[in-house]
């Protein structure tokens, strides 16, 4: 005959297993729904009226130096997109976000080239060195996969 026992404690190893998987599933799940949340976040961000102004700015805006960005644009409104892009950027750095969704979905090898002179200017009068790393290091990966794409078309 079997022990009781040992039938109880079967089935008690096989609940804690399924409860395990379950929950495994619920944290991916979770993962996924914070991602999302994260880009509908951004979303919401880059389709206010304000935010749209200073990027139309942006788009016309022909400034080579710091000065001149801050002469053209409003400071405040280059603090925006560019903490906007840092953000964003630093998410991805960590894995909250993945890079390649954020730069196929975001210009941000165009936002930083274009806010560049501004930011560099930034970092040199404020001695933050690190101002805006993660958006030079996302814009950097953006432009290296940009530029293996393009090699490759070109093999082919």
Not at 48 to 76: C, H
Request: no cysteine; glycine share 6%; aromatic share 12%.
């Amino acid at each position: 005959m079997v022990d009781a026992s040992l039938v109880f404690d079967a089935i008690v190893a096989v609940s804690i297993a399924a409860g395990a998987f379950f929950a495994v599933i619920q944290l991916r799940e979770m993962a996924k729904d914070r991602r999302t949340g994260l880009m509908l976040r951004f979303a919401d961000i880059w389709l206010t009226m304000e935010f749209e102004e200073i990027v139309s700015k942006l788009i016309r805006s022909n400034f080579t130096t710091g000065e001149e960005a801050e002469r053209d644009l409003p400071q405040a409104g280059l603090v925006l997109v560019g903490d906007y892009f840092e953000t964003m950027s630093e998410y991805a750095r960590v894995g909250l976000l993945d890079p390649d969704y954020v730069t196929s979905v975001y210009p941000v090898e165009w936002g930083w080239e274009k806010l560049k002179p501004w930011i560099v200017y930034a970092r040199t009068s404020t001695g933050l060195n690190e101002l805006h790393s993660s958006f030079e290091w996302l814009a950097g990966e953006a432009k290296k996969k940009r530029l293996a794409s393009e090699l490759k078309g070109k093999a082919t």
